[in-house]
């Protein structure tokens, strides 16, 4: 795939030469970088190009976009801070710090953040007056193991993994040991009750709710301890799963981590790890089939949909995070 050569200015040994901020460079509509494998693939924006939009991070993750305020989060879990970004104007800041190594994030239907915090091993919620509620840190009387990806379901249950990557050293988190299994958890805010709803993941990873939350998309990136590269599909009723198969898993050597629905049913998950002409995001149908890939410089970690019409996908690339205007919504 010659013409994707153009992302990466090699020097000997594999470095990276990353670009500056704005348009990637060589950038000519329509982007090259965004790639249709299928004519279902209507989501490209024909003069519409990756951007870069902010940079200088050791692993971004957990993007979510509040429409209310026309702005980004986003987790940089190592430097143990979350990170703003004004849609208007591009303004970069620090919107707290420290943030107990947080990963994923998400809004609640009240339009409040509901945050896992990889060392304080525990899901929060920040009120609107900034205060911060501990909404679960244990199950069964025992510590969460480390709390990663969430979403929240119409009902106003929260749903999130527990894989214990913030628990395997002191680069997102600190060193302990696992007193639960790697579960993936439904916390009923209503009655405050916390249940277990798969229990057979080796690290359950990433999540996402069909557009009618009648389906449940889960990654298992299991493969970084000997597992698994997939996400399984679990149909959803009355607060719980069955089903479980797999719905894709052509990832090795690399692996999906955080994925999102649009308005269609599309499944749009991160790609990275392996071939580094991989880097970025994918798209399945709702049955399963790839119809696109939408290219980047960088291991992609997580992504979201937002902007004022929430027709821009955000993505949360390694030391950086890009954004895309797409012909479709979430």
Not at 62 to 69: L, T, W
Not at 123 to 148: F, M, W
Request: one cysteine or more; glycine letters at 10%.
């Amino acid at each position: 795939m010659d013409h994707f050569n153009m992302l990466r200015d090699r020097e000997p040994f594999g470095k990276i030469h990353l670009p500056p901020l704005g348009p990637l460079p060589a950038t000519r509509y329509p982007d090259a970088r965004i790639e249709s494998l299928d004519p279902r693939f209507t989501a490209r924006q024909g003069n519409a190009a990756i951007e870069r939009i902010a940079t200088g991070f050791h692993w971004a993750e957990g993007p979510v976009y509040f429409p209310d305020g026309g702005y980004l989060l986003w987790s940089d879990i190592p430097n143990n801070r979350i990170l703003r970004w004004l849609e208007d104007d591009g303004h970069v800041s620090v919107f707290r710090a420290p943030s107990n190594h947080t990963n994923g994030n998400t809004r609640d239907r009240q339009g409040r953040l509901i945050s896992c915090e990889h060392d304080s091993r525990r899901v929060t919620r920040t009120e609107v007056d900034g205060r911060i509620s501990v909404l679960v840190d244990s199950y069964q009387n025992k510590p969460l193991n480390a709390p990663n990806d969430i979403v929240v379901a119409s009902d106003g249950a929260i749903w999130f993994t527990d894989p214990g990557y913030g628990i395997d050293g002191p680069y997102e988190g600190h060193m302990a040991a696992a007193e639960l299994p790697r579960n993936v958890y439904r916390l009923d805010c209503h009655s405050g009750i916390l249940n277990v709803v798969a229990d057979d993941f080796v690290r359950p990873n990433g999540l996402a709710f069909s557009p009618d939350e009648t389906r449940l998309y889960i990654v298992d990136s299991g493969i970084s301890h000997g597992g698994p590269a997939h996400i399984r599909v679990f149909d959803v009723q009355d607060g719980k799963l069955s089903g479980g198969g797999i719905f894709a898993d052509d990832f090795k050597p690399g692996l999906t981590d955080g994925l999102r629905t649009d308005a269609a049913g599309n499944v749009w998950c991160s790609m990275g790890w392996g071939n580094p002409e991989e880097d970025g995001v994918r798209c399945y149908t709702p049955e399963g089939h790839l119809i696109g890939k939408v290219h980047l410089p960088e291991t992609c970690a997580n992504l979201c949909f937002g902007g004022k019409k929430g027709n821009r996908l955000f993505m949360t690339a390694s030391t950086s995070v890009y954004a895309l205007y797409l012909n479709i919504t979430a």
